[in-house]
Structures are given as structure tokens and as C-alpha cells.
């Protein structure tokens, strides 16, 4: 890969929670598509229309040879993010039936019972470190449910969840193959048992794994498994701690949700716009190609800045405004094209639940300290010190 080329930003300066939209505001100005010799080198796509481009163009831009920068050394493929269509689609149509609106619905009293149950040590104690004390367990509880596992594995999961998801941070090579080796055992365990005793296949992932149609082989069905279960747990967890800090500056916005609950779903997707979790999401040219006007050569990543692409100006009016009556609203906070995330539901009602709790739990929320943002990895905060006002 070509390193000669000056990089244009550095992905690796330390961020406030604001910092980064101030400098992806001057990249979409000055260089919308820069390039970084970091992580080995890489470009990254910073406006709306170049990021829907390489997201619907699997041709030109594969997922299959780098998917992350960093690039993350496998094994084997995990499916579905490893490969392109038409392969793809094996893996996502099952996963596309589970995890429909229609087929999460059922979930929503268990995500609001565990939100419930997760906000009191903080309600109790007047606050807390939301992301880590909240945001993490929740997300990770909230996955172990959709996978319809039994109390003692839930906690299992959301156990060793938050031990990868700790290791990814501190970039600890053996804490992250040891959390993944466990997840991988937890995934094994699982596929096995629906083999043994299969679910509706329209409604648990698993069993819907193992009846596709082409078959898929049993390594490949855990390998999806693992893949889900981690992003089903970093996604939600880094967008819940932007949310909560979010809410903890804007009082307004406060008082509006819980005298008008009504507007819970246009806050939300605001939310989802402004502090979408993705950033290091690649993909691999398979030609060289021209886009921003930069030339991205045959077998070079480039990464879709998603958080930047939400704000782009020429897309979306006062970008850094959360703004209940915008419409439309075609934020790219789940992706776009074959890769779109398949949990967009979920991750709605993941929201609903967690939000709403935080809200109705107590009269006011405050930052009670300095919010510590994630490394380069994720898209969010991982500590966020919040102050509970009682009723």
C-alpha cells in the first residue's frame, strides 16, 4: 500500500465529546476524503453522498478482503459483514426475519423491566458512570434476551461482554482473544443446543441460522452468532452514553420527553443522526477509483465516517441541531445498502426502554464530572458521571 503520500487529520488525537464534529466539519470543507498513514493507512469518506456511494457499491468497494481500520488479522470470515453479495445474503435473510419489527415487538416489556432494574443502584445513589453502569450491562442483557437465553447465561454474556468490550479499548490483545474465545464457547454452546432443541426459526436467530435455505455449515452459524452478539452490545452501549449526555446538557429537551412521551421516536432518531456509533467500518477497493476527488487505489480501505456524514450541511439544515420535527430524515446511523444493520428495531427499542427509564426515574439529569471518550475503535463516550434528581 501507498504510504508516501502527508496524511490530511489523525484519527488518534484524543477527543472531546465535541472535538471530532468540529474536525469532520473541516474535513467535509477542505477534504472530504483524507487520507491517514495510521493503522497502515487509510482513506476515510466524510460526506453524505460518498458514504452512500461506497456503502451500495459492493463491486467496487468489497467488505470482504478489510472491513475495520484497524484491520483486525481472522482466522476465517465471520459472515454476514465478511462477505459481499450475492454470499451475503445467505447469512442476512434469516437474520433480516428475526429481527424485524414485528418479530422483536415481543421483547419490548423484558427491555423495559431490565432498564428499570439496571437505572436503580444509580437512582438510589442520586448517579453513576451511565456508560459503564448502565449503558454496557443494558446493551448486553438486552442481546442475551433477544437470543432467548435463561437468567444465569444472560448474565454470562453480559459478563464477558463488557470484558471485550474493555479490552477493545485498551487495544490488550490477550484480554480481547480471551473474551472473544469465551464468546465463541458461549456461541458453540448455543448453536448446539438449538440443533438439539430447535425454536421457531422466525423468530429465534439460531434455529433461523440452521434452517436456511441453501444450508449453512454449523462452523459458519457460530461464526455469525459471535459476530451479532458483539454488534449487538458495542452499537447500542457507545449511542446510549451520547444520548445520556445529550440529555444531561439540554434540560429543555428533558422536560419536552416526559410531559410529551409522544415525541420519544423523532427525539431518538436525532439522537441516532448526531452520535452515530460507526466510524471504523471499511471497505476495500477492488479498483482503483476516484471519489471526493481523491484516487483511492486497487486494495486500499477507506472507512465511512457515518458521525460526519449525519451532519453533512449540503444533506441536512442546522446539522448540529437536534430538531424533533425534521423530516425527512434518512440518517445513516445504520448503514445503507446490503450492510445495513439488520437490528435497526432492536436497537429503537433498546433506546425506548433506556431512555425512557432515565427520564421517568428521577426529576432532572446533570453531568456530574468530565465524560471520557472511546479510542479511535468506537464512536462514543465510555464514561459518562451523571448526577439523579429524585422525584
Partial sequence: MTTER??????????????????YADLRRRCPVPWNDAYGGFWAATRYDDVVRIARDSETFSTAVQNVVPHVPRAKRRPPLHYDPPEHGIYRAPLDRVMSRAAVRRLEPAFAQAAEEL????????????SKEFALPFAA??????LGLPLARTLDIRRIGVEYSFAIQDMDKARIMAA???????????VDERRRDPRDPDTDMVTGLLHADPAIPDDLVVGTVRQTIVAGIGAPHAVLGSAAVHLARDPDLQRQLRDRPDLMAGAIEELLRLYAPYRVFARTATR??????????????VTMLFPSANRDEDVFTAPDRLDLNRHPNRHLAFGR??????GTALARMEMAAALRALLDGGTGIALDGPVEMFNWLEFGPKSVPIRLAPH
Fill in 6 to 23: 502527508p496524511s490530511d487529520w489523525d484519527p488518534r488525537a484524543p477527543e472531546t465529546f465535541d472535538s471530532s464534529h468540529a474536525v
Fill in 119 to 130: 437505572l436503580q443502584p444509580l437512582l438510589a445513589r442520586g448517579g453513576g458512570d451511565y
Fill in 141 to 146: 442483557q438486552c442481546f442475551a434476551l433477544f
Fill in 180 to 190: 472473544s474465545d469465551e464468546l465463541y464457547g458461549i456461541a458453540r454452546a448455543l
Fill in 288 to 301: 482503483d477509483v476516484e471519489l471526493g476527488g481523491r484516487t483511492i487505489r486497487a486494495g486500499e480501505p
Fill in 337 to 342: 445498502g446490503a450492510h445495513r444493520c439488520p
